[in-house]
């Protein structure tokens, strides 16, 4: 059930040297992204757990991908010296967003890791599957969801605008062992509203903006990490970045949170939560009592 809540990213660039790839990818359409170093019965496992179709463009990645288009931003040892972890990218309707499920086995990258910088990068409506045969950082994923968005829609994402939304992700995923993953997630996200919003033209004006939401989120950060996001936020503002998308998918993302939480479902869950934290609540009263 947090799996809906918690969540991420992404990046790379490939060549693609011959190929048939599908430039127009319909809804439906699915493409698998497989890590290199996989053994053939890995292989198999993870297909048979993605439950593949027939009809499923194949791509691989390798470790060696996975250094040239993160290695800027992701230390050598998160990276390793396999790619194991794969991706399943099957495409939604128009407007429906982005869907990231991870396995237990992705220990590094979180779901709104990949939402978030899959965002910046522009890739939008898709259900996107990630597992490894075992504990694995997920950078291997990482680097074939853009490799295989590119095969798969013959639409190249600019390599700046890969870097800037990978160091998004890094920048998210060291902030989120400080104050925790969703927190990170919300707090980078909405800078991302106002720099959409309010279109800074300087420097200083980009730092007004992380210092002011910083402070709104009650969150203590150093002055070397109020820089990096800075330098961060100040690369992105000069991209050609889609911010009227940007926004847009971050406003869905959001309202489908509060969707579910006002469902039948989502009611339900509260409901449980609450009823778990009272049983829990007179359980250690009871311990006092005794």
């Known amino acids: 059930m947090n799996k809906k809540f918690i969540s991420i990213f992404m990046l790379v660039?490939?060549?693609?040297?011959?190929?048939t790839v599908f430039a127009d990818s319909a809804v439906g359409d699915v493409i698998i992204s497989l890590g290199a170093d996989l053994t053939e019965s890995e292989k198999e496992s993870i297909l048979e757990e993605f439950n593949a179709p027939e009809s499923v463009y194949m791509?691989?990645?390798?470790?060696?991908?996975?250094?040239?288009?993160?290695?800027?931003?992701i230390p050598a040892g998160k990276i390793g010296n396999n790619a194991i972890s794969s991706v399943m990218i099957?495409?939604?309707?128009?407007?429906?967003?982005l869907k990231v499920d991870t396995s237990d086995k992705i220990t590094y990258i979180t779901e709104r890791n990949y939402i978030n910088a899959l965002i910046t990068a522009g890739v939008e409506d898709a259900d996107i599957k990630i597992?490894?045969?075992?504990?694995?950082?997920?950078?291997?994923?990482?680097?074939?969801?853009?490799?295989?968005?590119?095969v798969s829609t013959g639409e190249v994402i600019?390599?700046?605008?890969?870097?800037?939304?990978?160091?998004?992700?890094?920048?998210?995923a060291e902030l989120g062992e400080l104050i925790g993953n969703d927190k990170a997630s919300d707090l980078i996200n909405k800078?991302?509203?106002?720099?959409a919003e309010k279109n800074p033209k300087t420097k200083e004006e980009v730092r007004d903006i992380v210092i002011n939401i910083v402070n709104n989120f009650n969150i203590n950060l150093s002055d070397e990490q109020i820089e990096q996001l800075v330098?961060?936020?100040?690369?992105?503002?000069?991209?050609?970045?889609?911010?009227?998308?940007?926004?847009?998918?971050?406003?869905?993302?959001?309202g489908?949170?509060?969707?579910?939480?006002?469902?039948e479902e989502g009611q339900g869950f509260l409901q449980s939560l609450k009823s778990f934290l009272n049983a829990l609540i007179d359980w250690i009263a009871s311990i006092f009592r005794a």
Do not use: C
């Open 231 to 254: 330098a961060l936020f100040d690369k992105m503002k000069n991209l050609d970045i889609d911010w009227d998308q940007v926004y847009n998918q971050i406003e869905n993302i959001a």
């Open 90 to 97: 099957t495409y939604t309707d128009k407007g429906s967003g």
């Open 256 to 263: 489908k949170a509060s969707e579910y939480l006002s469902s």
């Open 131 to 150: 597992t490894s045969p075992k504990n694995a950082t997920g950078t291997a994923a990482l680097t074939g969801i853009m490799k295989a968005y590119e």
């Open 158 to 172: 600019d390599d700046d605008i890969k870097k800037v939304a990978n160091e998004e992700m890094v920048r998210t």
């Open 191 to 195: 800078i991302k509203q106002e720099i």
């Open 13 to 19: 660039i490939i060549m693609i040297s011959s190929a």
């Open 59 to 73: 791509i691989v990645t390798t470790n060696a991908e996975e250094h040239e288009y993160l290695g800027d931003v």
